[in-house]
Every structure is written in structure tokens, then in C-alpha cells.
């Protein structure tokens, strides 16, 4: 069978990461080939804030997966993060006028168009339009309308735009480097792709990805996505804390979190235990005190983020932390703790090949990235293409598969 070659950048706040396979179509049939991480400059908050710096770090990160899948990467998909990303809930109706009444395929699309056609004021872009449920005739909450008769079909979509000017600076970095975009993503919805199980985004799980300078959140409810939003608040403010709590420069913070951070210290350790590193000594009780506060406060900020305050009911499998924070000792406790929903940290799975690195859950954008056109083929998302061609090239050779 014909495998095509596809490819993924999370440009990340603090590393970037260039993610080369090849595919059959399927997530299972999904290989690695090669993998590129690289400390990231001239981001903050997710966002670029200097194009060289940034183009720089991509740069050597995509020669980097090049070297190990020995072959060169002519298009990406690509990760979108920052607080000027914003999202809402929005419908779309038709009326079906041919004689027999029947929904058909075109109808579906032609009502995704009329959603897709909402008023975005000229500073911002749409990035995704995510049809949610269908109605027909005021039957609410039907999945798939085809074939069923109506005078009138509804669409309920999650809407998510970005500021143009930071579509622009990100889509100029990696242009700069000679990549063609195949399509633009939302890091949470990303991510999920690669950490969330069928049975947590049918019941009702939120996603939090606590990376360097933000935490992206997705909520998702009956199988499809509920709500988005992007905080930013992650862990260089953790390390910004340690570093200003206890007079440590950001880099020994970061050190010294990394190396014995805990959030959820056991009695005989939280006993004042004196760490030492490069010749400053910290309590090992203050340490984790000082992480524990902030990480508490950020879980109570994701939770608030939801449209709903009846957390068990709308959210019954929890909270699935990733992203390198979710790496701290303690967190799904703390969290647990915090929220009395259940909570987890998930890092990508379902990985082939040359992928042993990519399970941790820094790598949960990576590698969802790669799964998210896999699984969003049939979903008639009718995101706006950034790159026609890229996307053409990439979707002709998947339609082939299927013939
Ligand atoms: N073992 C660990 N304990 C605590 N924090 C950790 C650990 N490992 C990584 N981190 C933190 O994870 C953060 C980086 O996570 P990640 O790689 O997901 O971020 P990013 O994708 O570069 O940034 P963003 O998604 O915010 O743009 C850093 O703040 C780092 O300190
Ligand atoms: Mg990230």
C-alpha cells in the first residue's frame, strides 16, 4: 500500500519540536522517522515575538528530525497557541428545498458554509470550524443528518479564531525556513488527539497541556469538542516564582524544580530536607511549597475556565494533564485534591518507530499535530486551508489510499 510522508512543528515556548512519518491512513499505520527537539528563542507565551530567533530554532530543528529520517520535510502541519486565540459556539441553518426532502451530502456541506461564512473582523482569522451536532427540523443532537428527511437542517460548530498578526509572524518563521504549511491546528486540540482516550472525550474530560508560557485547555463532551480556551499562566511562572521566592537566578529555578520539584511531598521528605545545587542551598519544604501554591491556583483557573460549574456532571472521566509541567511529581493528586474529579497525566501514545523520546508529555502537541488530520479526515472540518497546495498534495494522496 502507498504510504505518504507527512510532518508536524510544535514550535513551544520553550523547545521546538519537527516530527517526520510516514502514514497508511491510519493511526496504527503511522511511523516515525525522524525526530528534531531544540531548546526554542524568540518565543513567549506561545507566541513568536522575534521571526529570526524563532526561524533559527526551527530551522535547526527540522535539520535535526532531516538528519535521522534521511530525507528532507517539505510541509508541516503546525501547532497555534496564545492568548489572543478565542473561541465560541455558533450555528448555521438551510432549508433543504429539493422535492423529496432528503439531507444529502451537499447539504452538509453547503450548511457548513453558511456557518463558516460568520462576520470575523478584519484583525483576526479563522482557524477552525468545527461542525458539533446537527439538527433537522428542530430534532436536536443528531450526528450524521444524511438521509433523513427535513424541511430544515441546523449545524452547531466551535468556532476558533486567532489574531492575524501572530498567524502571521508563526506562518513567516516557518515559510522562512522553506516548509509548507498544510494546515494550522490549535495546540489543545492537538494534543488531545494524542493523550485522550474514545471513552474520555465521549463522557467528558478536559485537557489541560501545561507547557513553558501557557496552559491550553480543551473540553470535550458526546465525542466532540465542548470548549477551548488558553491560559497564560505555566511553568516559567512556576520557575519565575521559585526564582523570586528564594533568590535563585530562572535557570537555577528551573534546575532546581525539574531536579527534586514536588508538588505532593511525603511527610519524612517535607521535613525540612536542605537541597543544594551549584552551591545554593533551599529547604526542600519551601521549594515544594512554593510550587505547590501556584500549581493549586492554576488547576482552580482551568476549572474555572468551563462554561459549567457542575464539574462531575459535564466532566465525569476529569482532568488528563500533559505537557512537560505535567511532568511534576504530585500534580494529578494536587489536582484530584483541588477539583475531586479524577485526574491524570497522559503522554502520547499509539507511537511506531523511531519514538521512544516523543512518550512524555512535552510531546503531546508533536505528535498530535501528526494524528489530527488522520483523525479529523471525515469529520467535515472545513477549516480554512492556509496552503492550498500543501494541503491539495497532502489529501490527494489520502484520497488515493482510499479508492
Ligand atoms: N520534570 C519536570 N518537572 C517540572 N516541570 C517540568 C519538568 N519537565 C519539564 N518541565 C516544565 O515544562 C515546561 C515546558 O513544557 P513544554 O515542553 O510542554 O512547553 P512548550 O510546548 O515549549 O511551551 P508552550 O506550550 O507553553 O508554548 C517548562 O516550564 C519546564 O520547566
Ligand atoms: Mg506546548
Known amino acids: 500500500m ?5 510532518g508536524a512543528i510544535d514550535v513551544g515556548t520553550t523547545k521546538v519540536c519537527t516530527i517526520m512519518a510516514d502514514t497508511d491512513g491510519s493511526i496504527g499505520g503511522t511511523r516515525i522517522l525522524g525526530v528534531g527537539i531544540v531548546p526554542s528563542h524568540g518565543l513567549q507565551k506561545g507566541m513568536v515575538v522575534n521571526v529570526n530567533e524563532a526561524k533559527e530554532s526551527i530551522r535547526d530543528s527540522i535539520r535535526k ?10 510541509s508541516a502541519f503546525i501547532g497555534v497557541t496564545g492568548r489572543h486565540v478565542v473561541s465560541s459556539n455558533n450555528r448555521g441553518a438551510i432549508a433543504i428545498t429539493r422535492g423529496d426532502q432528503l439531507v444529502r451530502p451537499t ?15 478584519g484583525d483576526r482569522k479563522l482557524l477552525h470550524v468545527i461542525p458539533r451536532t446537527y439538527m433537522v427540523d428542530g430534532q436536536e443532537g443528531v450526528k450524521n443528518p444524511i438521509g433523513m428527511h427535513g424541511f430544515r437542517l441546523d449545524v452547531e460548530t466551535h468556532i476558533i479564531t486567532a489574531a492575524v498578526t501572530s498567524i502571521q509572524n508563526l506562518t513567516k518563521c516557518i515559510r522562512g525556513v522553506g516548509i509548507e504549511i498544510d494546515d494550522l491546528v490549535l495546540e489543545p486540540l492537538a494534543s488531545a488527539e494524542s493523550v485522550l482516550s474514545d471513552e474520555e472525550r465521549q463522557t467528558g ?11 491550553d485547555i480543551a473540553v470535550f463532551k458526546d465525542n466532540t469538542i465542548y470548549h477551548t480556551s ?3 499562566v505555566a511553568g516559567h511562572l512556576i520557575t ?12 537555577l529555578a528551573e534546575e532546581m524544580k525539574k531536579k527534586y520539584g514536588n508538588v505532593m511531598p511525603n511527610q519524612e ?3 525540612d530536607e536542605t537541597l543544594t545545587q551549584d552551591g545554593h542551598s533551599v529547604s526542600y519544604h519551601d521549594l515544594s511549597e512554593i510550587i505547590r501554591i501556584r500549581v493549586d491556583e492554576l488547576i482552580r483557573l482551568i476549572v474555572l475556565e468551563l462554561p459549567h460549574t457542575d464539574y462531575a456532571k459535564l466532566v465525569p472521566s476529569g482532568i488528563v494533564l500533559t505537557g512537560g509541567s505535567a511532568n511534576l511529581p504530585g500534580i494529578a493528586e494536587l489536582g484530584m485534591d483541588v477539583t475531586h474529579l479524577p485526574v491524570r497525566v ?16 512535552a510531546y503531546a502537541t508533536g505528535v498530535g499535530l501528526l494524528m489530527w488530520k488522520l483523525r479529523n479526515e471525515d469529520a467535515n472540518d472545513i477549516r480554512e486551508k492556509q496552503s492550498d497546495t500543501g494541503l491539495r498534495r497532502f489529501m490527494s494522496g489520502f484520497f488515493r489510499l482510499f479508492k
Open 107 to 121: 447539504d452538509l456541506r453547503r450548511v457548513l458554509e453558511v456557518a463558516k461564512s460568520v462576520k470575523v473582523p
Open 230 to 232: 488558553v491560559l497564560p
Open 240 to 251: 519565575r516564582d521559585i526564582s523570586v521566592g528564594m533568590g535563585l537566578s530562572f535557570e
Open 2 to 6: 502507498k504510504r505518504t510522508r507527512i
Open 346 to 361: 497522559g503522554a502520547p501514545v499509539n507511537l511506531y518507530g523511531v519514538s521512544d523520546t516523543l512518550r512524555d508529555p
Open 269 to 271: 521528605e517535607a521535613t
Open 205 to 215: 474530560v478536559i485537557l489541560a497541556d501545561i507547557g513553558g508560557g501557557t496552559t
Open 65 to 74: 528530525a532531516e538528519q535521522v529520517a534521511g530525507f528532507k520535510l517539505e
